[in-house]
């Protein structure tokens, strides 16, 4: 028995996927795709060809490590297929492949036991031309080729050797004695399989075992390096991010906007509450989830979660989730369970003001200081030092009288009342 290799995992699967990456000279068109090339892709089994390409008339399956033909009968029109480097060791479920003219077995595991059975099962392609089974454990058998000339008349070349007409005639004749010698080499293969039981096999010896260590590790390092590449390019898939719960911690229920979208909360209707959030407009609505509890509503956008706690209980059956054509707001009505409630009234925010300079304090005039009532009176200090140096000494009173005779018919020169003379001034002089 052989133990699974650890990178088993790794071994890719003939899926629909691959057959339309491996079909872009056709568009990834498969309903009327004629070929296809699938070696080296380590596959293990071939599925879905009959299924996704019924008219395939060339199928190319090389260096894989495929243990059985099957999932090909079906194909009516195939006309080659290639199965060389492969881990085959009997031909078989290709009887409803009306079409084939080609079959390439090269360096498969074909052993003498199953040579009988395999020739047998090529009989009913009687379109069969051409024949490899280079490369094959059978081939160590002196008769094989004799063997199958004589079995398959319609074999028009061998290994990429004509078949004559005369050695087509001798195989007939030998074919008795082939036959004998056949189960004699049979018996012969089967008893030194049963004396080789058991013992190690030589390093490097060409097995189905090995094949299939020697591409599991193969695949094991393409994967990797596909990994490195994803990882440098940055297409590496992120795991799933965990979309948050209801409740925080605390047992509160959660209130978020992951998506940093637009989103309003309007309770002045006296019967609802009205949410809206303004997600993208070419959204497509499947990426929405939608969930309106009584206390609060949650919408999933792509595994962004915007939750809002409600001021008040709502009715979430009745609940109306709309959203807009135009500009793709979604738009969520929850009706109030108890609409008639009084509500209780917000107090009313004094409008914030800009801050503006404050104005230097003035000092009062006499005047309006007596006015207001309740004013105190104020002493002003001015005048209680005097500096020597700056200021002026008193001049006489004569000067300062004689300032005012001088100065009093220029302010009054114009006034009639003022023609008398005043005794006490003494006359003017005339100057010299």
Same mark, same amino acid.
């Given at each position: 028995?052989?133990?699974? !290799?650890?990178?088993?995992? !790794? ?13 872009? !000279?056709?568009?990834?068109?498969? /309903?009327?795709?004629?070929? @296809?090339?699938? !070696? ?7 599925? /879905?060809?009959?299924?996704? #390409?019924?008219? @395939?008339? @060339? ?14 009968? +079906? ?21 409803? #492949? ?9 360096? %498969? ?10 020739? *047998? ?19 160590? =058998? *002196?008769? =094989? ?54 013992? $190690? ?28 590449? &994803? ?8 795991? $799933?991010?965990?979309? $948050?719960?209801?409740?925080? /911690? ?5 209130? #978020? %906007? ?37 206390? *609060? ?87 209680? *030092?005097?500096? $020597? +140096?700056?200021?002026?000494?008193? +001049? ?10 001088? &100065? ?25």
């Amino acid at each position: 028995n052989v133990f699974p !290799h650890p990178a088993a995992k !790794h071994m890719p699967r003939l899926t629909e996927e691959l057959i339309r990456k491996r079909a872009e !000279h056709n568009e990834g068109v498969l /309903s009327d795709l004629v070929e @296809i090339a699938l !070696h080296q892709q380590e596959l293990e089994k071939i599925e /879905s060809l009959e299924a996704c #390409c019924r008219h @395939i008339q @060339i199928l190319l399956l090389q260096n894989n490590i495929i243990p059985k033909m099957e999932g090909l009968n +079906k194909l009516k029109e195939l006309e080659y297929l290639n199965l060389a480097l492969n881990n085959i060791s009997k031909i078989e479920g290709i009887e409803g #492949c009306e079409s084939l003219k080609k079959l390439d077995m090269t360096v %498969n595991f074909v052993s003498v036991e199953e040579l009988e059975e395999s020739v *047998y099962n090529l009989k009913a392609n009687m379109m069969l031309e051409d024949l490899y089974l280079t490369g094959n454990p059978c081939t160590d =058998w *002196y008769g =094989w080729r004799p063997y199958v000339i004589a079995h398959l008349p319609q074999i028009k070349q061998l290994d990429g050797k004509l078949v004559l007409p005369v050695e087509r005639i001798k195989a007939r004749q030998q074919l008795p004695k082939l036959q004998q010698d056949l189960e004699t080499a049979v018996i012969e293969a089967r008893l030194k399989k049963q004396a080789e039981a058991g013992l $190690p096999v030589s390093e490097g010896a060409y097995t189905i075992e090995s094949r299939n260590e020697m591409y599991l590790e193969l695949a094991a390092q393409k994967e990797e390096k596909d990994k490195n590449e &994803r990882r440098r390019m940055g297409t590496e898939p992120k795991e $799933p991010r965990v979309v $948050p719960g209801v409740y925080n /911690s605390r047992g509160d229920v959660r209130q #978020c %906007n992951e998506g940093k979208y637009d989103f309003s909360l309007d309770d002045s209707f006296p019967d609802k509450i009205v949410f809206e959030l303004g997600v993208p407009k070419y959204l497509d609505t499947t990426s929405l989830d939608v969930d309106v509890n009584p206390l *609060y509503v949650r919408c999933v956008v792509k595994e962004k979660v915007t939750q809002l706690k409600l001021p008040n209980e709502v009715k979430p059956d009745s609940c109306k989730v709309q959203r807009s054509r135009t500009t793709g707001v979604l738009r969520i009505e929850m009706p109030l369970v108890d609409p008639h409630r009084v509500r209780e009234k917000r107090e009313v925010q004094p409008e914030l003001q800009p801050l503006k300079p404050q104005a230097a304090p003035t000092a009062p005039t006499p005047a309006r200081a007596a006015a207001a009532p309740g004013a105190k009176k104020s002493v002003s200090l001015q005048g209680i *030092y005097k500096d $020597p +140096k700056r200021v002026a000494k008193d +001049k006489p009173a004569a000067l300062l009288r004689e300032v005012k005779t001088t &100065r009093a018919p220029q302010l009054q020169g114009n006034n009639q009342d003022c023609d008398d003379d005043d005794d006490d001034i003494p006359p003017l002089e005339s100057r010299r």
